[in-house]
Nanobody, 125 residues
Framework: QVQLVESGGGLVQPGGSLKLSCAASGSAFSINTMGWYRQAPGKERELVALISRGGYTNYADSVKGRFTISRDNAKNTVYLQMNSLKPEDTAVYYC???????????????????WGKGTLVTVSA
């Protein structure tokens, strides 16, 4: 079993920045690729960014150039630095971990095994 706990969400003005953190605990050998998804009101949950232990990544087109995913393997923690935030970034952000594969230099989940409970990010003036 793996437990994921997100933190760092909150209210920010358009153009502002936030940094989310997700700490994983439990069966460390199960923690491989880690990532962030988000779900806006009335919309489906969608990929934001993934990162493998070795540093392969994948970003949604809507966040490329604005968000950066990183991780500290020693701490089993993944981060999401969000810059130039827009109102459309408003959502509940969920951390997850699972098995993934690399195709063409890009990381893709094969299956997501664990989810956090989410942290709310609101971008509003």
């Amino acid at each position: 079993q793996v437990q994921l706990v997100e933190s760092g969400g909150g209210l920010v003005q358009p153009g502002g920045s936030l940094k989310l953190s997700c700490a994983a605990s439990g069966s460390a050998f199960s923690i491989n690729t880690m990532g962030w998804y988000r779900q806006a009101p009335g919309k489906e949950r969608e990929l934001v960014a993934l990162i493998s232990r070795g540093g392969y990544t994948n970003y949604a087109d809507s966040v490329k150039g604005r968000f950066t995913i990183s991780r500290d393997n020693a701490k089993n923690t993944v981060y999401l630095q969000m810059n130039s935030l827009k109102p459309e970034d408003t959502a509940v952000y969920y951390c997850n971990t699972g098995d993934a594969t690399v195709r063409g230099g890009t990381l893709y989940y094969r299956r997501i095994l664990y989810w956090g409970k989410g942290t709310l990010v609101t971008v509003s003036a």
